[in-house]
């Protein structure tokens, strides 16, 4: 009797071990996929504030991303504080993007270029930044000198100190784009000449102030961005930006093209998405480095299936 009290029970249950590893790994993979999602989130806003009233697609936006991250990542170098380095890199890439109107963008508005040549001139834009970027600081990758091995552990979530700065820097990020195009004059009028910019123009709306506005606000979000992919990616080189702009793309088409809302709604999704696509219960899951495939089927899919976004035609166009 003794010997078979102490016999080990026939039935499933040392086989429940995989099953319960893997949900453990559901928690870990949404916070994963919230910390990237926000980049894409707050990237995508950039580029759909920019098509949405300049009509332009602004191939160049991943290097802008780019420029951020080594911008704050030159002021990191001089021994100074990942704030300071934060208000540098959206500083100076909100810069970039209000200089280059006024060199680039402005003659090509006023010379009233075709889609074709505002295609073609946003492509060789990319690559000059890109090149000019290799050629500053080379083909080798960077880091933040940030500890990314240490990890704060939440409950069942690990999370490491560049995804908690970049958590909070995102939903500050968030919050104040939220004021802005819901709270103020500049916000009101840019959402007023997206809508019908000749209306706009005739009630006063002053056009210049806005295309410049529009450019700040997109220039200041891509450098923020660009510093956060490069915090939570760990080590990056100048090719991130350029990697990065089709999720980014695929965020904008998800959300509602031109959408500044639906660009917000459309980064955290597909953030989620990419991360869950790895999730072991889905038949192993996919290898990490395909993630961002997942970003171009998803769009793919929307195009086919819904092309007017997740908030649809009803939605304004910001």
Same mark, same amino acid.
């Given at each position: ?11 499933? %249950?040392?086989?429940?071990?995989? @099953? ?33 009233? #300049?009509?332009? +697609? ?9 420029? !951020? ?45 075709? #889609? ?7 492509? &060789? ?52 784009? /939220? ?21 706009? @123009?005739?009630? %006063? +709306?002053?056009? !210049? ?6 450019? #700040? ?35 904008? +088409? ?9 660009? #917000? ?17 889905? &038949? &192993? %899951? ?7 495939? +997942? ?13 007017? /976004? ?9």
């Amino acid at each position: 009797m003794a010997g078979m009290c102490a016999a080990r029970p026939p039935g499933p %249950g040392p086989r429940l071990a995989p @099953a319960a590893s893997q949900m453990s790994e559901l928690p870990q993979l949404i916070v994963d996929g919230l910390v990237s999602g926000a980049v894409l989130a707050i990237a995508a806003v950039g580029v759909s504030l920019v098509y949405g009233i #300049l009509h332009l +697609v602004n191939f160049a936006h991943g290097d802008y991303l780019t420029f !951020g991250a080594y911008a704050g990542l030159g002021v990191t170098a001089l021994g100074l504080s990942m704030v300071v380095a934060t208000v540098v890199a959206v500083a100076a890439t909100a810069a970039l993007a209000v200089g280059l109107q006024l060199v680039l963008w402005g003659p090509v508005r006023r010379r009233r270029a075709g #889609l074709l040549s505002s295609f073609i001139t946003a492509i &060789g834009l990319a690559l000059v930044l890109r090149h000019a970027i290799f050629l500053v600081v080379g083909a080798g990758s960077r880091a933040y000198p940030v500890d990314q091995f240490s990890v704060e552990r939440l409950g069942p979530v690990r999370v490491s100190i560049s995804q908690l700065i970049a958590i909070s820097l995102s939903i500050v990020a968030i919050a104040v784009i /939220g004021v802005l195009l819901a709270r103020t004059s500049i916000g009101r009028s840019m959402r007023a000449f997206a809508d019908n910019p000749e209306l706009a @123009a005739v009630a %006063g +709306v002053d056009v !210049g102030r806005i295309v410049l506005a529009t450019w #700040l606000v997109a220039g200041a979000l891509a450098g923020l961005a660009g510093e956060l992919q490069g915090l939570i990616q760990g080590a990056f080189d100048p090719n991130m930006g350029w990697n990065l702009l089709l999720p980014i793309f695929a965020a904008v +088409v998800l959300g509602t093209i031109g959408n500044a809302y639906g660009a #917000l709604l459309g980064g955290f999704v597909l953030g989620l998405v990419m991360e869950l696509s790895t999730w072991s219960v889905l &038949g &192993g %899951g996919i290898p990490a480095s395909y993630k961002y495939v +997942v970003a171009f089927l998803a769009l793919i899919l929307m195009l086919l299936v819904r092309p007017q /976004g997740l908030l649809g035609r009803r939605a304004r166009a910001l």
